[in-house]
């Protein structure tokens, strides 16, 4: 199989010695005060510098669309500016959670990969097959599918037994036979706060990119992660403990220090 | 339990003798041709004029957000536009399929009814609880859940065996005990392409009002739509026949025709 995403995420890990992914969520209510009074130019400038201060060590950026969304129109056009920026370093995630019957995806797909340029996106699977297969439909990018979610609420549906398995481990297998006929990659958004459920998908789908959310603010432990997952190609997540580690004039610095300690321990050539 | 979304979709469907919902899935491909080459002032003038002419029979227009979204961030603006301009006549759902964990929720709602405007909005189930509660977190607002979808797709999850009974009813039973400490009221989507499934969901869930695409190009019958769905609240969505029902310059009244049609068979006091 021809894994373009795959590949390229292989080469910056290595050059980074790092898979961390930096979540992207600027909260305009946790911006540090100095940035100004305006949201669009606070969020503009916070994130742009949170980019910069991280970009030795990250292997992806992972942009959380409620956050712009929450701007109203500015915050596409924000997007349009900072995806260019972001994509300069590094792999890039549209965290979009789209899902939709296949003519809406299809355009979800454009605005995503062709009009705002990213690598990747997070993908909602409860509609089935002609929701998520438009957002394989582009050669070297990958659509992350939600199979083991990290919030509280992962559990209501993702446990749910279905013929003697998981439904979420259902979800992986479908997800995965979807994308055997597609030119993109699937990939699955898997949860640090099932170590279990990881460690099964992991031996399962040695060849999917992971999306690891939760580690940080949510409470997941880096290396057990990286014990869990290892083997196949993951991005581990970290968004508000990066983002957030200090709210005043240095807060790019203390970030990009967070990101840094982060990373050491996210370095997939460090794994015993 | 006070149901004020409930009630004003009651009084706007015994004004108006319907309960059509017009989806607002403006493509820029089809188009009427006269309308200009900016995408945007195409769109803007279409939706506008749909709206126009079908506001005497249409109780709800759902406005897709795919679609706005593909224009980029003129595509929000176009949304502000618009949505006061539906308000006016009917009720205002966004069709934003959004399902994110609780913090990137919140902000999506805020997004959809502060900033936008919107009286309802469509939400994603599989990320759980905490995915859907902030979008019942305002009074006089619904969410209506995706439950039963009538994409070819919504068969791949929603028919799984869940502990005896499918896992659509699972969401739904799941959506509405989650309402029940919430402010805001929750609806289900039901697609026209599964009338047993929307039977046996009114049967156990009288009350709640439930958003039927599938009508019209998707290829499902209107009377039989609201015999399986008759005895509680509903709208039924339909979106290409109506839109594209002319691309000449006579597309808005060719629209007001269709939505007319369509519309007297919707009509919930002519019921048997």
Known sequence: MNTPFTKRLATVQREKKS???VGLDPD????????????????RRFTADIIEATSDVAAAYKFNFAFFEALGSDGMHLLRELVPIARQYALTIADAKRGDIGNSASFYARSVFDHLGFDAVTVAP??????VEPFLSRSGTCAFVLVRTSNPGGNDLQLLDVGGTPLYERVARLSSSWAETQPGEPGFVVGASDLEAMARLRALHPDVPFL?????AQGGNARQV???????PLLVNSSRSILYASTNKGFA???GRAARELAAELNP????
């Open 19 to 21: 898979c961390l992914c």
């Open 28 to 43: 305009v209510d946790r911006l540090p005060p100095h940035l100004g009074s305006s949201a669009i130019d606070a969020v």
């Open 126 to 131: 409860y509609m089935g097959r002609d929701a």
């Open 212 to 216: 690891i959310p939760g580690v940080g």
């Open 226 to 232: 990286m014990a869990a997952a290892a083997g196949g």
């Open 253 to 255: 610095e203390a970030a």
């Open 269 to 272: 050539y460090a794994i015993e």
